[in-house]
């Protein structure tokens, strides 16, 4: 009983840490410039449009089609790329769809095929407009890509259930993601292409959050495939938020977030209310937060930012979400990244100049990932942002994947 009080304590400690960080210090700083802050094009669906999809799933992790990547689309050392169709789950636990890429490296395979990465994006909206295998990929994402492929590994990049298929993609929802990066690595391996048993997880900022869901049940949810899974790098982790967006109402926050930090707000709200219909999420928004959630639906990130750039999150709510009944523990089931449990090591690594994702949320899961004795790196980087850590990492990640995946 004892130590059950100190983890509630602990957690009481962190979201008042985080919720100080985010609204005492971090916003009161200019945010950050997004890597994609411009218009969204038309997305190129490379002959596989799966939108309206309504053929057979099948199991988790079956592969319903491939087809090759536009070269539009695809990346500089990608040797090929293909844009695949796989089955997975949704949000209310039902068969579901998702798309995703996967590319080769310009180097011959070498015995046993190439080890993959499954590479976990962050955000870039929930509209079918924003899915990344049907956009040309960021210049940074480009570049650290282009760095995998180079160092001879494939990439298994999901788009998550809902993104370009049937649904809404379910912002942050650990579990939705965690089966969709698990099942687009099950089914690259029935796509004939000369892949690895062996894989590792990568992730940034949502994806981050993605990629160590997924890390702690990868080998629950692939048992039985053969699949060798080594461990996860998570750069820019969104971790605790859920203790921070519970408290959110009329009053809280007192005052405006950077335009990132509403852009977020909104995309939560709108995952969490297509995933707790029955909590009636929307009942506690003021007109003007129906407006912002019904238009997170479909903007992308560019777009999202711009509209909610000097919002305040606060007009949003008509009363506190505290005062949905059960909230709390819904939001916690939806969204929390897990600190425990893991059986591969995990790179965690923080830029400290971070207003997407302030400092203080991936600090604190490394602190409980540590009193839980997980096998965790922590790398600092203290005069990164949010974009730069991806890039600024590569330099303590390029090894540390070298050494698990030997």
């Given at each position: 009983?004892r130590?059950?009080?100190?983890s509630t ?13 985010t ?8 945010p950050?410039?997004?890597?994609d ?14 939108r ?5 799933i ?7 089609q ?19 169709l ?9 068969p579901a ?23 976990a ?12 295998s ?26 998550y259930?809902g ?14 993601q ?15 292409l000369?892949l690895s048993?062996t894989?590792?997880?990568?992730g940034?900022s ?20 053969g ?9 820019g ?37 297509d ?6 999420p929307?009942?506690i928004?003021?007109?003007?937060g ?7 639906q ?19 709510f008509s009363?506190p ?5 059960g ?7 939806y ?13 965690l ?5 971070d ?8 600090l604190?899961?490394?602190a ?31 090894p ?7």
């Amino acid at each position: 009983m004892r130590s059950i009080k100190r983890s509630t304590v602990s957690r009481a400690l962190v979201a008042a840490a985080l919720a100080v960080a985010t609204v005492a210090g971090m916003t009161l700083a200019a945010p950050a410039a997004h890597a994609d802050d411009a218009s969204t094009p038309a997305p190129v669906w490379s002959g596989l449009d799966a939108r309206n999809y309504t053929g057979p799933i099948g199991k988790h992790g079956t592969l319903i089609q491939k087809t090759s990547l536009d070269n539009s689309v695809t990346l500089p050392s990608a040797g090929s790329a293909n844009r695949v169709l796989y089955a997975s789950t949704d949000v209310h636990g039902k068969p579901a769809v998702s798309t995703g890429a996967i590319f080769l490296p310009k180097r011959p395979a070498p015995k046993g095929g190439y080890k993959v990465i499954a590479w976990a994006h962050g955000t870039v909206g929930l509209g079918d407009s924003c899915t990344p295998s049907a956009q040309k990929r960021s210049d940074r994402d480009t570049v650290y890509l282009d760095h995998w492929l180079d160092q001879g590994y494939a990439i298994v990049a999901t788009d998550y259930v809902g993104l370009g298929t049937p649904g809404l993609m379910s912002y942050l929802s650990s579990d939705v993601q965690a089966r969709s990066i698990v099942d687009s690595v099950l089914a690259s391996r029935q796509s004939g292409l000369p892949l690895s048993k062996t894989w590792a997880i990568v992730g940034q900022s949502q994806g981050a959050g993605a990629a160590l869901s997924a890390a702690r049940h990868a080998s629950e949810i692939a048992r039985g495939s053969g699949l060798d899974y080594r461990g996860v790098v998570a750069t820019g982790t969104p971790a605790n938020i859920e203790h921070i967006v519970w408290q959110a109402g009329p009053s809280f926050p007192p005052i405006g977030l950077p335009a990132g930090l509403n852009t977020y707000a909104a995309y939560i709200w709108a995952g969490f209310s297509d995933a707790r219909p029955d909590l009636k999420p929307a009942a506690i928004l003021t007109a003007e937060g129906r407006r912002i959630v019904t238009a997170a639906q479909t903007l992308c990130y560019p777009e999202m930012h711009a509209k909610v750039d000097g919002a305040k999150v606060n007009s949003w709510f008509s009363r506190p979400v505290s005062s949905i009944p059960g909230v709390q523990a819904a939001l916690v089931k939806y969204m929390s990244t897990p600190y425990s449990g893991y059986d591969r090591p995990i790179f965690l690594g923080q830029g400290l100049k971070d207003l997407d994702v302030p400092a203080p949320s991936a600090l604190s899961l490394y602190a409980q990932m540590r009193a839980a004795n997980q096998n965790v790196d922590l790398h600092v980087y203290p005069t990164q942002d949010h974009s730069g850590t991806v890039l600024a990492s590569m330099k303590d990640s390029t090894p540390f994947l070298a050494r698990i995946l030997r």
